[in-house]
């Protein structure tokens, strides 16, 4: 069985460039997380999505969006990029929300310069 | 706030050696815990995972950990290390109902010497 696919492995943006990421989770599975890992830390959560409905939201700014589409797959945006939002973005699906586990994929490397 | 600290950021055991990673949490009521692993350049494996009942858990590769509620620790341990243990530990926290918004550690980095 496939896993979480994330695409694409890796990026490079201009800083102000949008740039979309990409998630499919695995087959069956109907919650999405989005995570953000700057080099050197643990992730950071930024959005969970279940049935295409937004069920959480973490401390970013709005420059980040997210959604869910029927297929359960899901696609992370950020507009207005900085140098900062260089990191290592994971995306994670789990069959429900609650007590199953979360399974990660290989994440999206996204370097802005 | 609630928070995950994993006060060991580099920790360096010889091959066949135990290991205990520790995790410390901070939080009103009983969480979810989880330990992942992360290769370079990798995502992230669960090696095991505590909601309920035996406070002992057991995970892949041989790794097992605790949940000390006196404490609010899941340190995470291993009777005999391996070279391809080498990687990134996290611990994680949910606090609401299991996988979501999980909150993670800094990571200890783990390196095995021959």
């Known amino acids: 069985d496939a896993g979480v696919t994330q695409s694409p492995t890796h990026l490079i943006k201009t800083r102000g460039q949008q740039v979309t990421l990409r998630c499919s989770p695995i087959?069956?599975?109907?919650?999405v997380s989005w995570y953000q890992q700057v080099l050197g830390q643990g992730p950071q959560f930024i959005f969970q999505?279940?049935?295409?409905?937004?069920?959480g939201r973490g401390n970013f700014p709005d420059r980040f969006s997210a959604r869910q589409f029927p297929n359960y797959s899901s696609e992370l945006n950020v507009n207005a990029l900085l140098l900062g939002d260089s990191a290592l973005y994971l995306c994670?699906?789990?069959?429900?929300?609650?007590?199953?586990?979360?399974?990660f994929g290989q994440g999206t490397r996204l370097t802005v310069v | 706030a609630q928070s995950v600290t994993q006060p060991d950021i580099h920790i360096t055991v010889s091959e066949g050696a135990s290991l205990e990673l520790r995790c410390n949490y901070s939080?009103?009521?009983?969480?979810?815990l989880f330990w992942y692993v992360q290769s370079p350049g990798q995502g992230l494996q669960l090696l095991l995972k505590?909601?309920?009942?035996?406070?002992l858990v057991q995970g892949i590769k041989g790794f097992e950990a605790e949940f000390k509620r006196s404490q609010s620790s899941f340190n995470l341990r291993k009777p005999s290390v391996h070279w391809s243990d080498a990687a990134e530990y996290f611990c994680?926290?949910?606090?609401?109902?299991?996988?979501?918004?999980?909150?993670f550690g800094t990571g200890t980095r783990l390196t095995i010497i021959p």
């Open positions: 994670a699906s789990s069959l429900e929300v609650g007590d199953t586990e979360a399974f």
């Open positions: 087959s069956g599975h109907k919650s």
């Open positions: 999505y279940y049935e295409k409905e937004e069920r």
């Open positions: 939080y009103g009521a009983t969480p979810y």
């Open positions: 505590y909601f309920s009942g035996d406070t």
């Open positions: 994680a926290v949910g606090f609401n109902f299991g996988n979501e918004k999980l909150t």
